[in-house]
């Protein structure tokens, strides 16, 4: 039978896990992949080479465009260990290829990092929070006719027809509890949060300049996001019905906090396709 997998050559498989210091490239991993093995000539490596766009396809963020070439560079590849590459195989939908291109670019800066001496081997004792976003209700809210309904002349003066599905504008809605989490034993200090996507909240509460969230606590804050839509009320309501905008997909936010070391940690907020990623970041 044919192989139609374009795999990754030998000195990629080699160079690959050289770049992240041989550590899984999934931030909320970074287990180390290879060790000692029991007997001495050997070595254990639970890492892989894994496909950000797949090797064939039908295979997980199989990309068409891409050519025999582009799929066998190392561009095309991150390091991680066995349970991160079965993983993103698993939840493709999740783990995006703009993900993983983020991981694998965050994995190898830190390591030139570690290389300059510019960091220390990451902490285990520290803090992590993760964000929560729940809806709380919405509403569309009629902002007056629009100069796109029907026109009439009635005893000498033009106006509007707006007896049969006018066409209005609308404001719409969300309303949100954004919870943020300490899902870790240690407290975390000064929490701020920041939008740095294309899509920002219309309103969120702002934290005070000094604070901390105990370990395994959380703090509430409240959200909000409104848009404008000219049409009719049927599709000002299809726009509502989702509890998550759509425009939520250009939505990131940078929670940063400290430890009590007072050394800096950041955690990435997207939204993907609905889902909410949450993502360790080097400061």
Known sequence: MANNRDDFKKVTIEVLPKRVG????NPNCRKLTVGANQVSEKATSIGIAAHITAASSGGPRYDENLSTEQRTHIDNAIWLCSNCATLIDKDEKKYT??????WKKTAEEESVKKLN??????KVEAPFLEADLIWKNGGRYNQGY???NPKEEIDGRVVYN?????????EIEWRFNFTIYNNSSFPAFNVSVESIGKEHFTHIDKLSKVN????FQNIDLTAKYSLYHEGISTEADEIMKHRIPEKFNNLVLRIKYFDES???HIT????VSGELINEKAIP
């Open 22 to 25: 041989y550590l899984c490239s």
């Open 97 to 102: 290829i703009e993900i993983l291109e983020n």
């Open 117 to 122: 001496g510019e960091i220390q081997n990451k």
């Open 146 to 148: 629009s100069t796109k």
């Open 162 to 170: 707006v007896s049969n599905h006018p066409i209005i504008y609308w």
């Open 212 to 215: 901390n969230i105990p370990p």
């Open 262 to 264: 007072r050394n800096e």
């Open 268 to 271: 990435l907020l997207r939204i």
